[in-house]
C-alpha cells in the first residue's frame, strides 16, 4: 500500500507556473505508475499526465500538451507536475494517484491509490 501527500498548489495568475509534487509513502514506489488528474467544480475528474515506473514513457491530455511536464524521482519517491503557460481553465484540484502497472495509466479507475489533492487557482 502506498500514501500520497500533494504540495504546491496556489493562487497564480494566467501565464504564470507552479511545480506539483506528490510525495509517497512506502519502498517499492519504483513499481508504481503515477498519475496526475484535475477536478474543477462541477465537473467530472479528468486525466492530466501519467508517467511509467522507470520515466520511460509519458503520456499528456490534449488540453496540457506542450505546457505541462510529469517527472518522477524514484530516489525521493516523489512524482512533480510543472506547470507552466497557466490558464484560467486549469483551475481546478489536482491529484496525483498510483497503480502497481507496467506502462502509462490514463484512466482514473484504473488507479488504486489517490492522494487528498491540492487546489490550483489561475487568475485571469
Known amino acids: 500500500q502506498v500514501q500520497l501527500v500533494e504540495s504546491g498548489g496556489g493562487l497564480v495568475q494566467a501565464g504564470g507556473s507552479l511545480r506539483l509534487s506528490c510525495a509517497a509513502s512506502?519502498?517499492?514506489?519504483?513499481?508504481?505508475?503515477m498519475g496526475w488528474f484535475r477536478q474543477a467544480p462541477g465537473k467530472e475528474r479528468e486525466f492530466v499526465a501519467a508517467?511509467?515506473?522507470?520515466?520511460?514513457?509519458?503520456y499528456y491530455a490534449d488540453s496540457v500538451k506542450g505546457r505541462f511536464t510529469i517527472s518522477r524521482d524514484n530516489a525521493k519517491n516523489t512524482v512533480y507536475l510543472q506547470m507552466n503557460s497557466l490558464k484560467p481553465e486549469d483551475t481546478a484540484v489536482y491529484y496525483c494517484a498510483a497503480v502497481i502497472r507496467l506502462g502509462v495509466v490514463i484512466t482514473p479507475e484504473a488507479y488504486a491509490y489517490w492522494g487528498q489533492g491540492t487546489q490550483v487557482t489561475v487568475s485571469s
Open positions: 508517467i511509467s515506473r522507470s520515466s520511460g514513457s509519458t
Open positions: 512506502g519502498r517499492t514506489f519504483s513499481s508504481y505508475a
